[in-house]
């Protein structure tokens, strides 16, 4: 990797990074991704976590410029501060937001601190579902076509650790959470995928959850577009000066990628061209020939071919906990799709299920009301079986749907296994596709799924 380049003359809403006070609020990956960064800058940094088990998960040299502080923070930690740079998994809640308002101390996200930092354009891809798939699919396919790409954000790699290479594009998956704090990141593209209540545990309601994803478009000019999900104009921005691009599943737009004939094609440049045939697509399911056609969308608005396009949707075989393939025993398939932690997400897992499914949910609720999920249960799924904190309230919706008989309740992921492999035929699906977060069980979502995996692969043949 090149030497950073020159930040230290670098400012914040007016506040220079040299010589600052930057208070950096959680351990987390992209907390330390954006110490290292200031402190690389020429700020002192202290970083605090209100987790007193947190660790640092890197070693300091003598002398280092960031110090590290565990256990409650106080309000005037912040008050003497240049700089505020807070985690997404941190709400704003928790901090003296006023306070600093008073004082004009900036508050941001490590998102808005690597972005002034950054010269590629930026594409930055949000949406309650499919980020992941859809962020992966651009970076492939402006690397197929010769673009040194970075591809990171809330997928994995923190912006932050863009800073100090030559990239030609920045491709950015963004969560509601990082744009809460964002004033003035600008994508030149920005893509919002589809939106479906989530995060209720963290939003007083629906609205608010929109409103933090519009701030995606809220800084784009005439000079930039807006991608956009025409099958779901609940998710449009209200305002926006970006140039609108749409996808559609259902019809074709003035401007955008559709289907036609089974097959996903483009009318970006004033006539229609064939892209790829929705059959030979790796990744199946309707969500995903969203994610594909938005994808698409992109990568053609950054010149990529489409023969380049062709050959990334045609092999690219998906992303762990996304509806993988785990195994086949006995007749009947076995899908991970742990990745699916809200209510939008199984309905579209479901959606793409011809065969019937023995479906594995529940886990921590997000504040958001399983109803919707009654009568896509009550077409695909034969029996249901729940755990974790929300199997409860799961089992009392969704008996309405099937009948309490063919739900039932259980402690483990390798209790929900074992039972759902007594219940199988050949020719069905078992279906891990929780509609909560894992938090209550599990590590993470990839924790959960790797149980799940392991629980598979113990099932004799």
């Known amino acids: 990797m090149q030497d950073i380049p020159d930040v230290t003359d670098r400012s914040v809403a007016g506040v220079p990074v040299r010589g600052t006070r930057a208070i950096v609020v959680g351990m987390g990956r992209s907390g330390i991704a954006a110490a290292r960064l200031l ?34 923070w106080k309000e005037e930690d912040f008050l003497f501060a240049g700089i505020v740079v807070v985690s997404p998994g941190v709400p704003l809640a928790k901090l003296p937001v006023q306070r600093l308002r008073e004082r004009n101390i900036p508050l941001i996200g490590e998102l808005e601190w690597a972005a002034t930092c950054l010269a590629a354009p930026i594409l930055a891809i949000t949406g309650t579902n499919g980020k992941s798939t859809t962020t992966t699919l651009v970076g492939e396919m402006l690397k197929s076509a010769g673009w040194r790409v970075f591809t990171g954000g809330n997928l994995g790699t923190p912006l932050c650790e863009a800073v100090g290479s030559d990239w030609d594009f920045i491709v950015a998956e963004v969560s509601s959470f990082q744009l809460e704090t964002v004033s003035q990141f600008r994508p030149r593209i920005a893509a919002l995928l589809n939106m479906t209540p989530d995060h209720l545990d963290r939003y007083p309601d629906m609205a608010s959850y929109r409103q933090a994803k519009w701030r995606l478009f809220a800084h784009q000019t005439d000079k930039d577009h807006a991608i956009l999900n025409a099958d779901d104009p609940q998710s449009f921005p209200p305002t926006g000066a970006g140039h609108p691009i749409f996808f559609s599943r259902t019809h074709i737009p003035e401007r955008g990628l559709y289907l036609r ?16 045939k929705v059959a030979a697509l790796s990744i199946k399911g309707a969500h995903n020939v969203e994610n594909s056609m938005a994808a698409t969308a992109i990568a053609l608005l950054c010149s990529v071919p489409i023969e380049a396009v062709r050959q990334v949707l045609t092999h690219f075989r998906g992303l762990p906990n996304r509806m993988e393939w785990v195994r086949t025993v006995r007749g009947a398939q076995y899908i991970n799709d742990s990745k699916g932690t809200n209510v939008g997400a199984v309905l579209k897992s479901l959606e793409g299920m011809t065969a019937p499914v023995i479906l594995i949910a529940g886990g921590k609720a997000k504040g958001c009301d399983v109803t919707p999920l009654q009568e896509m249960v009550r077409k695909k799924v034969k029996r249901l079986i729940l755990l974790g904190e929300a199997a409860e309230q799961m089992t009392q919706t969704l008996s309405t749907a099937m009948g309490a008989s063919q739900i039932e309740q259980v402690d483990s992921m390798d209790a929900a296994v074992q039972r759902a492999a007594a219940l199988t035929a050949p020719g069905d699906v078992v279906l891990l596709s929780p509609a909560c977060a894992s938090f209550d069980m599990f590590r993470d979502y990839q924790d959960r799924g790797d149980c799940f995996k392991r629980a598979v692969a113990a099932l004799s043949p």
């Not at 970083?47 to 007193?52: G, I, V």
């Open 261 to 276: 004939h089974g097959e996903i094609c483009s009318n970006l440049w004033g006539r229609e061209e064939h892209v790829v």
């Open 39 to 72: 402190a690389r800058s020429g700020a002192e940094v202290l970083m605090l976590d209100d987790q007193k088990e947190a660790l640092p998960s890197f070693a300091q040299p003598p002398g280092s410029p960031i110090q590290f502080r565990l256990g409650a």
